[in-house]
């Protein structure tokens, strides 16, 4: 494949270790997402399609208040950095230093360059006398580098953010990770070229990584299509064992513990996994205290039984979770189901 066209994006789909496939596409035209979300995470983002369809859904309900909200990454291997413009310090409210871990630290010393800074630059510094505007759990951030441009420090990337938009528009800031380089890297131009672009950051790191290098970070969202392969043979090539089987690569166990650390307190995690992992799965978000609240279970034609579920879990235990099937083709055409949640990204919906 080399390039696969949405209705209103593009993805190059041909260095990433998990090409373009149905179960991510049905996982980013399904999962919940409230007018309210801002701050995403997309685990495994491969291509990054899931990441768009994201950003696309949410791109007509970004109304509110403008604000920014940034996230220091220590990591030589971050893919992008996004830079704020100089003397971008907010002066309003509550003293920035009691804001507590909402805050990013700062960094707008005089004569100090990303140069002599190195590696760890250290994001913003203005609390000599000035006090910060707190925007709900966060707060902006400064960036007033005197001196190289931080675009020449390399691949080191402190801060990220995702920049403010025009007033009575409410800011996006999605996150995209993915341990194969290549992935990441394809991701993040496919980032680039979209409508979005200012609001998709692509890291080529592993979940452990992010976690150690990400800080107090919240997300109203969390989604992925992890590996699922436990017992299965081994493919020839590393990288797509990666992607594919737990034992070289990512888990669901895992994403669900970093969820239980980084989900907002109304935050979700939504996952698609097949429908055989569904107790334990179950079990184990349990054990990290969240609950499922939604399940949709995907089967191919009606004789069928399901072989996917897309399972979404939140820190509220939810009574009678939502529980619903999805078929996506009877008597050799598409469900009008099927269609009505594809109509938006697939050019034949």
Known sequence: MGVFRFKKFEVVNERSAMKVNTDGVLL???????QADRYLLDIGTGTGTIALMAAQRLSQ???????KRSISLRSSEAVRMTDAGPGDCPTEGPDARRIGRSISPCSC??????RQIGRSISPCSCDEGLTGRQIERSISLCSCDEGPDARRIGRSISPILCEAEPTGIRTLCLH???IDEASATEAEANF???PWHDHLHAFNMSLDEFARNGGGTEYDLIFSNPPYFEDSFNAPEERRNNARHTST???YREILDFASEHLSDEGRVSLVLPAETEHALCRHARMYGLHLFRILRIRTVPRKAPSRIIAEFSRKRTE???DRILTIQNEGKYTEEYLSLMRDFYLFA
Do not use: F, Q, W, Y
Not at 61 to 67: E, F, L, N, T
Not at 109 to 114: A, K, Q, V
């Open 28 to 34: 980013g035209a399904a999962m919940t997402i409230k």
């Open 61 to 67: 309900a970004c109304i509110g208040h403008s604000d």
């Open 109 to 114: 010393d005089e004569g100090l360059t990303g």
């Open 176 to 178: 995209a990770i993915d």
């Open 192 to 194: 680039r070229n979209s």
């Open 249 to 251: 690569g990512l888990s």
């Open 320 to 322: 009678t979770p939502e």
